[in-house]
């Protein structure tokens, strides 16, 4: 099973601010929707309270949660104590593609613990104030592949391109 990491992220890191996204970018959401459909998604308990209610869980996913708190109940999701404990679940289920959706903790500790196969990462051609931030890597341990390419225009307020990261190896 691959574990994937998908994330949209401006020039600066920047990934949220005040536990929200800072952008409005439809075009990419759909491409996360599309992308996820049917498959584990993995995150953490501030990234799942940060989904506004009418959209929680998010709907034909299996939606797990990670918190330290045993007494954490989300309806709907899988609670699970580590990100490993999600992958684990992933996998025993049969998932051939599960997705860590953030937040910034979560997206550090799976990197670090070299826990990722492969990353979908929206670059956002912007700058933006904000408090959450994608951890830095080293782009030369990855193999790169540009998915989509999208100039900014009514709907879509920035510029953005798709590149899907592969670890080399």
Excluded at 51 to 62: C, G, Q, S, V
Excluded at 77 to 102: M, P
Aim: glycine fraction near 6%; include cysteine; charged fraction near 25%.
């Amino acid at each position: 099973m691959k574990v994937s990491i998908i994330v949209a992220i401006a020039h600066d890191n920047v990934i949220g601010k005040n536990n929200d996204l800072v952008w409005y970018l439809p075009k990419d959401m759909k491409f996360f929707m599309d992308t996820t459909l049917n498959h584990y998604v993995i995150m953490g308990r501030r990234n799942y309270d940060s989904i506004p209610e009418k959209y929680r869980p998010l709907k034909n996913r299996t939606n797990v949660v990670v918190t330290r708190n045993t007494a954490f109940h989300a309806p709907g999701c899988v609670v699970v104590s580590s990100i490993q404990k999600g992958i684990e679940a992933a996998q025993e289920n049969g998932d051939k593609e599960c997705f860590i959706i953030g937040g910034g903790q979560i997206y550090k500790e799976a990197l670090e613990m070299n826990m990722v196969d492969k990353m979908y990462i929206t670059h956002i051609d912007q700058e933006f104030e904000g408090d959450t931030f994608f951890p830095q890597f080293t782009k030369e341990d990855w193999n790169l592949r540009v998915l989509m390419e999208h100039q900014k225009d009514e709907k879509n307020t920035h510029n953005f391109i798709v590149v899907e990261y592969r670890k080399k190896g």
